[in-house]
């Protein structure tokens, strides 16, 4: 009996060298925060966010601006003042990365983030303004 394949080398998968090829190694990627740790990433927003024309409104308390701004993996939340969160579907993860620019922090939970930035409820009413150049 011949074999067909002798002398031949073995054939092995080549894995693609950028995460662009595979859809499930570029949404391991986009899962991860910047350091590449999994969990909660949030900001301040004092400005109003305005999505596909439309302001967005605490339906709570009608606030405009001064938004927590929550990423946890791949959902995009909005938390007021109030303490009113809800998950805003029309913002991605690119959208909040955009937000952030430098200012994004890492926080443990939800909770802590809350308190340390002032959207635990607390402040609910308060719209709190930076300093005007003189």
């Known amino acids: 009996m011949q074999v067909l394949d002798e002398g031949l080398p073995p054939q092995r998968t080549v894995l693609p060298e950028t995460l ?18 999994n ?16 302001p967005v409104m605490c339906p709570r308390c009608g606030a ?16 007021c003042r ?8 029309e913002l991605t993860r690119a959208d909040y990365e955009a937000m952030i620019d430098v200012g994004g922090q890492d926080y443990p939970s939800l909770e802590a983030a809350a308190q340390a930035t002032g959207y635990d409820g607390t402040l609910a009413g308060i719209y709190l303004t930076e300093p005007r150049p003189e």
């Open 64 to 79: 405009r601006r001064d938004w927590m701004v929550i990423c946890d993996r791949n959902e995009i939340s909005i938390r």
């Open 20 to 37: 662009g090829d595979d859809p499930l190694r570029r949404l391991q990627k986009e899962m991860q925060l910047g350091d590449g740790s």
């Open 39 to 54: 969990g909660l990433r949030a900001t301040t927003h004092p400005e109003e966010i305005v999505i596909t024309g439309i």
């Open 82 to 89: 109030c303490a009113h969160q809800w998950v805003e579907r």
